[in-house]
């Protein structure tokens, strides 16, 4: 794979997270890839975006009027023609963050790779936090999507589970390595009690740290909680990964 065809994806819309997000996981992607990239994000609005990404609009879902897009926007990802955007894309949700070498994400051998569900392992969901894929070349689960949005959405709850399926019956769907995507908050906090008194830490061969659910990066930095499961201690080592 020539390094000239490797595109970081981002997408961001809406206030949830501000250009500070885009900044900052440029910044560690910069660090922690080797070689030249490209870095697009697919965005709403891009002001306050540092000059090296590249912001392009979020397409369309081209649902029917007054269907909700809700959270399946990652699924243009799979245009056909996404902006003329060429290559190997690794998408990155906004708020991971990356605390080595990301370099192997794109030697990986796979035609589609994504983050296997760490709660419910027996089942074929990925978490789509991280997933790598040709652009263009699964424009077919966009216009599944697209042609029968009623019944997506009644049969999975949301873009990753849907995604998952129609790539597993294709045959296409493969995971990282369990060790590379970790989750913080199965992986980082540690095991109550001791998470009273033990500060969070990286796990062993991670790569890039997951904050799905209600915490993000400077939740995690300040020991907020925000009605989480489990308490964990201020992670002050964080501010030297997420930065710009």
């Not at 794979?1 to 560690?28: D, F, H």
């Not at 991670?206 to 907020?224: E, Q, T």
Request: with cysteine.
């Amino acid at each position: 794979m020539s390094q000239q065809q490797r595109v970081i994806l981002c997408m961001k819309w809406g206030t949830k997270y501000g250009p500070e997000y885009v900044n900052r996981l440029y910044a560690m992607v910069r660090r922690h890839l080797r070689g030249d990239f490209s870095f697009v994000c697919l965005t709403d609005d891009g002001a306050g975006v540092r000059a090296e990404v590249r912001c392009l609009p979020i397409p369309d879902l081209a649902l029917p009027a007054g269907i909700p897009e809700r959270g399946w926007k990652k699924l243009t990802t799979f245009e056909a023609d996404l902006h003329g955007l060429r290559g190997t894309a690794l998408f990155l949700d906004l708020d991971v963050v990356i605390v080595d070498d990301i370099t192997p994400f794109f030697e990986q051998p796979g035609e589609f790779l994504i983050i296997h569900d760490w709660k419910r392992p027996w089942r074929v969901t990925g978490n789509s936090s991280v997933y790598r894929f040709e652009l263009g070349a699964h424009a077919d689960v966009l216009a599944q999507f697209r042609a029968r949005p009623d019944e997506a959405r009644a049969n999975f709850r949301n873009e990753q589970a849907f995604l998952s399926d129609v790539l597993n019956q294709q045959g296409k769907l493969a995971y990282w390595p369990a060790a590379w995507c970790a989750s913080w908050k199965y992986h980082c906090i540690p095991r109550f009690p001791t998470n009273y008194w033990r500060v969070p830490a990286i796990p062993a061969g991670a790569r890039i740290l997951i904050f799905h659910g209600v915490m993000n990066p400077p939740d995690a930095l300040a020991g907020k909680r925000n009605g989480n499961w489990r308490h964990a201690r201020p992670a002050g080592w964080i501010a030297s990964h997420w930065r710009e």
